[in-house]
Every structure is written in C-alpha cells, then in structure tokens.
C-alpha cells in the first residue's frame, strides 16, 4: 500500500472531488521550516536491478532565522515499488556539500559509486562553521565514495586542494551565500565514459577579497573506479569569485568519438578566448568546448539564445543537455532578461554542434518557448530526457509569480524529435494553493518517469515536502491514463486573476466554457492554441467555474477566482 507523508494527506484532502491518484509509487518526505533539520531530494536515477537512487541533501535548522544551513550530501535508495531500502547523510565536520547533492555512478558489476565535494563551511552562525575547530579545514575536497546496500562507504578516494579561506561577506545574512561567495570546489558535470568517471569543476576564489586571491579555474577530469585521478586539466579563468552554482546544474558533458563536448552557459571571453566588447559577440552568449580525450581543447563554438543575428540581452539559467539520436545536442534552459528579472521563461532548443561546422556560433535548428510572462523556470536539475524511441520529455514549472505564493504547476510535455507536441500534462493541484515546482525527470528502463518535485502550503508557507513520484509510460498515452495516474490535461491561470483567465492546454479540437456559480454559462470559445486567454474584465468578482470540452465530453475542470 502507498504511504504519504502528512502534508501529501492534507494535500489530497484538500482537492475538491478528488479520487486516490495512481501512479505507482510515491516517496514524499513532509517537513516545517521550524523543524531542526530536513531531507531535500533532488535526483532519482534508476540502477540495472531496478533499485532507485535518490541524490539528495541534507540541511540543519539556521540560527538566522527561518531558514537552514548549507547542504551536505545526503542518498536514498528505494526499492522497485518505492519502499525505502537504506538513506544516508555524509556529514563532514567543518565542510558543507559545495557540490549540493551526489553524483551517483554504477559501474559494470553493479557497484555503487558517490562522487562529491566539500568546501570549508564560512556561515558563521553555524555549529559547523569551520573555525570552530582546534584545526580549521585548509582545503576543499574532491572525493569518490564507494557505497554498500546501505549507503555506508565501503571504500574512500579523496583528494584535497588549497583554497583560499578569505570569507566574503556579500550575501551575509542568507546562510547558504556565504559559503557560495567563499573559496569552493563545485563539481557540475560528470557521465561515465570507457568505464571511467569523467565531467568538469570549477575551482573557485572568494568573492570581493582584495588583494584578489587569484582567478577562478576550469577543470576536466578522469577518474577510475578505483579512485585514481587519471587526468585533471585545469584552465584559468577571467573571472574571480564567481557564485557558479546559480549557472551551473550538472547535464552538461557528452562524449563524442573524437573526445567531448562540454556546454557552459557563460561567454566565450570568461575563458580568455575572445574580448568581452567583440561586437561580434552577444551578451548572452554560451560556449561550447570541443575537447579530445585528454582534454586539449580542440575547438571552441558560442551558442545564443537567439538565430545568432540579433542581440538579445538574456542569459542561460539551469541549462541541462542529452544527446540526440542524430548527433546533435537537445538544450533545456530558462531565460532570464537583464531588464526585467522578475520575467523567465522556459526554452527548449536543438543545436546543430557539429565540430566541423564553420560557423563561430552553433546554429539553432530548432526550438519552443513556454511562459506566463511571470516567473517561469525549467526543472532545476534535469529538465530533458529521451525515451527509448527517441521521444522527448521536457519537464518545468510555470504560473510561478516571483513571489512563489502564487498557484503553480508542474507541466511535463512529451515530443517528438521534431518538437511536435504528442501529449501535455500538468501535476499538481492549482486551485489548491499549493506551490509546486520541478526538480528532475528521468526516465526508467520500462518507459516509465521519475518526477521529483518540491511543494509548499500556500496558506501556510511554513509546511513543505519534497516528493519522489513514479509514472507508468501509459500516463502519457491519453486523457483516461492521465487521470488514472493523477495528472490533469488542461489548467487556468493565475488562480486567482483579476481581467483575464487563462485556459492552457495541449489537446486539439476542444472547447472551453465558464460558468457563474448559478449555473450560468458566461463564456465559451473554441481551443485554437496552447493558451487560450478569455477578457474578464467585465465579469463581477466571484468564483467561477471552466470546463473543457473534448471529443464530445468534459475532459477536465475547475474552479477560478477573480479579485
């Protein structure tokens, strides 16, 4: 039988009508902001014998507030039908997790693999805070961790770095800026490749230390199962402190039959390859890097937000890539305007990465946007994959507001490899408050989903949990298996709204009517887009009931409030 945590119960007590939702399984973990300490899970990845991993972190209560400290790395390992089998955390006396939560690798016999990074911890209010200590940590750590059934390191293969323990002070008062603008190690990419460990980290400086401390570096490594460093080329960067965590995610890397390809969604001049006033050159600008198997750059490419022709003043945020089935590279990210940052929006594209293009810039082939023209963003840590035949997942969180309180939800579409949309659906209950957004999507050997996702209670932001749920394939087939599995195929927005209701969905040849609370039809209109927006301008304050319509029935309802 399916457990729930407390607030997962209060949430499905809450929606009005609601049936017990069957996906296959659920992991939810409730927890308060006052509570001492909580389990955020950020990842899950499925194992050859059907196991599922969830990369997580975990944090202790702040004495700052109501907030908590910076993360350690922290896993769970649940069985085939979600039942946990054994969690750990991987505290590490005077460090916090620089890298947030574990790569997690399962090497050819099956053994399990965790590799992370720590850095010395600079929140001083903090019982971890590294000067606490008779002997104050010195370096940071780059680490691989071989792990048993119950998450306890069997085998341990560190290495340490000198890092300069300068402690920045920009964002004093939020618990975890403070080690973010200090000296740290963080790792973001890192796939298996030959049976061998390889990705990318930055090693970085303290922000706003003068004298400055040096530049921050780029590194690549290899490293095998048995914990030896094969290979880590580093190259000095331009910049000095940067808080890198905010660009970087951890699905950036592919390997190539030449070497690598490696994304990163800053310029090509961060990398000393081309003057930051070439008027060649975007402001949003990413670059590419063509790396052969020792990591000597054999080429470098900018790619844009844009066909590379007009100058369009955003910038790349959790970008997250997977290879194509054609050898190109598929690209989730938000975009964040340097004039409005309270706007975001989600963008999936195609690049044409081929390295031996010759154009400076690789070209678009392909791509969509998503927004409400409010605060938008793709899933945080991975928002694409591909299923075996070569469909699409592309998974974000939408309706947001930059105020986070507002009605949300979590909209999973599947497409073709062209982007031709095959099926939208959205989890989450909207006219509930309750504020959901996305973290990962992966897929599983048996076409089926993990979608791990965060969730607070509007009405009571204090209350919070942080969820694992597993699809079956069907779920995505149609309207029946959607429902069946909890989801919903049509949503309205912003709940509550003032002059315009907005109906979103992707089914074709539907209809939409609203009705007053008296059973009074108000407003119907044919479905032609994804966003159908209805004027409420002249409609009195109240609540109000939509239906869609679709192949002769209602497919989906519910309430909206207007202010």
């Not at 069957?22 to 006052?34: F, G, K, L, T």
């Not at 080690?179 to 980290?201: K, L, M, Q, R, T």
């Not at 949300?408 to 504020?435: A, K, M, P």
């Not at 749920?469 to 599995?485: C, L, Q, S």
Request: net charge negative; charged share 20%; glycine share 6%.
């Amino acid at each position: 039988m399916k457990k729930y945590g407390l607030y997962t119960l209060l949430a499905l007590l809450l929606m009005s009508g609601a049936k017990v939702i069957a996906q296959e399984w659920e992991h939810s973990i409730p927890y308060d902001m006052s509570d001492e300490e909580m389990t955020h899970q950020y990842c899950a990845y499925e194992l050859s014998d059907g196991r599922i991993i969830v990369c997580s972190a975990r944090c202790f209560q702040s004495g700052m507030g109501s907030n908590f400290y910076p993360p350690h790395p922290a896993m769970i390992t649940l069985l085939p039908d979600g039942e946990v089998l054994a969690e750990n955390d991987f505290f590490k006396p005077g460090y916090w997790g620089a890298s947030y939560y574990p790569y997690v690798f399962e090497n050819s016999d099956g053994e399990v693999f965790a590799l992370m990074s720590y850095s010395p911890d600079h929140d001083t209010a903090y019982f971890n805070y590294y000067q606490n200590y008779d002997n104050p940590p010195e370096d940071a750590i780059f680490g691989l961790y071989k792990l048993n059934d119950q998450l306890e390191i069997e085998e341990s293969h560190e290495y340490s770095y000198p890092i300069d323990n300068y402690e920045a002070r920009y964002y004093q008062g939020w618990a975890w800026w403070c080690c973010h603008f200090s000296g740290n190690i963080f790792i973001h990419s890192a796939i298996i490749d030959e049976d061998n460990i390889v990705g990318a980290y930055t090693k970085n400086v303290s922000f706003g230390h003068q004298p400055l401390q040096g530049y921050d570096s780029l590194f690549f490594f290899r490293m095998s199962f048995d914990g030896e460093l094969l290979a880590n080329v580093g190259y000095q960067m331009t910049t000095s402190g940067s808080p890198w965590q905010e660009k970087l995610r951890r699905e950036q890397f592919l390997a190539t039959d030449y070497g690598y390809i490696y994304y990163n969604p800053m310029p090509p001049y961060y990398f000393g390859f081309s003057d930051k006033k070439d008027a060649n050159r975007a402001y949003d600008d990413g670059t590419i890097f063509y790396l052969d198997k020792e990591f000597n750059v054999l080429k470098y490419k900018a790619f844009r937000q844009s066909d590379g022709n007009e100058w369009e003043d955003n910038y790349f945020e959790d970008m997250a890539i997977i290879r194509s089935g054609h050898n190109t590279t598929y690209v989730a990210t938000e975009t964040i305007s340097n004039y409005d940052q309270s706007y975001e929006d989600c963008r999936l594209y195609e690049f044409d990465d081929d390295i031996e293009g010759v154009q400076n810039n690789a070209p678009i082939i392909r791509q969509i946007e998503r927004g409400t023209n409010d605060w938008d963003f793709v899933a945080l840590s991975r928002a694409v994959d591909a299923t075996d035949n070569n469909t699409l997942l592309f998974c974000y969180s939408m309706a947001c507001g930059i105020s986070l309180l507002n009605d949300s939800w979590v909209v999973i579409e599947r497409l073709d490899e062209n982007f031709e949309n095959i099926s939208t659906v959205y989890y989450g209950n909207g006219s509930d408050h309750l504020f959901c957004w996305a973290e990962s999507i992966t897929t599983t050997r048996d076409g089926g989903v993990l979608l791990t996702t965060e969730t607070k209670n509007i009405d009571n932001p204090q209350q919070r949990w942080t969820t694992v749920t597993k699809f079956p394939a069907e779920a995505f087939v149609g309207i029946e298996e959607a429902h069946e599995n909890g989801l919903k195929v049509a949503i309205a927005y912003p709940n509550p709204g003032k002059d315009v209701l907005n109906i979103r969905t992707g089914l074709k040849d539907a209809w939409v009517e609203v009705y007053d609370m008296n059973g009074r039809l108000v407003h119907d209109q044919e479905i032609t887009d994804n966003v159908t927006s209805i004027n409420t301008e002249s409609w009195p304050s109240g609540t109000y009931v939509w239906k869609v319509i679709a192949n002769g029935k209602e497919v989906e309802s519910g309430k909206w409030i207007k202010q």
